[in-house]
């Protein structure tokens, strides 16, 4: 029987995986840092959608109700840093939501820049 040559070289896999562990667990954080991102950007859109539609209920609509219906729409972690702004005009109640992108996991910290999304609804007259 043949002995390899170099030696025993027993553990070389342990080894490597443990050479590249830290930038596996840095794809990683970056690929949830991501999806973090995306996440706020959708609860800014659906929330901005949810405040413009309740402005044109027909009882209690308006511009509170456009705030409140908003605001119940995203998580607690995230209302801390949000800001609701709803308006009208041209026949169009329209509802802003400005979050902050949560760092790694919200409640933890917040990145410098804002999400946006903004939403749209008519004005029905019901005459």
Request: charged residues 15%; positive net charge; aromatic residues 8%.
């Amino acid at each position: 029987m043949r002995r390899p040559l170099g030696g025993n070289d027993r553990g070389q896999v342990s080894v490597e995986f443990l050479g590249l562990l830290p930038l596996i667990l840095l794809v990683l954080v970056l690929l949830w840092q991501f999806v973090l991102v995306g996440y706020t950007y959708s609860l800014a859109a659906h929330s901005a959608d949810r405040g413009a539609r309740a402005a044109t209920a027909t009882e209690g609509g308006g511009a509170g109700a456009c705030r409140t219906a908003a605001e119940d729409q995203l998580p607690a972690a995230w209302r801390a840093g949000a800001s609701t702004s709803c308006g009208t005009g041209s026949g169009l109640w329209k509802a802003t939501v400005r979050i902050k992108v949560p760092v790694l996991f919200p409640g933890a910290g917040d990145f410098p820049w804002t999400v946006t999304g903004t939403a749209g609804a008519a004005k029905e007259d019901r005459g």
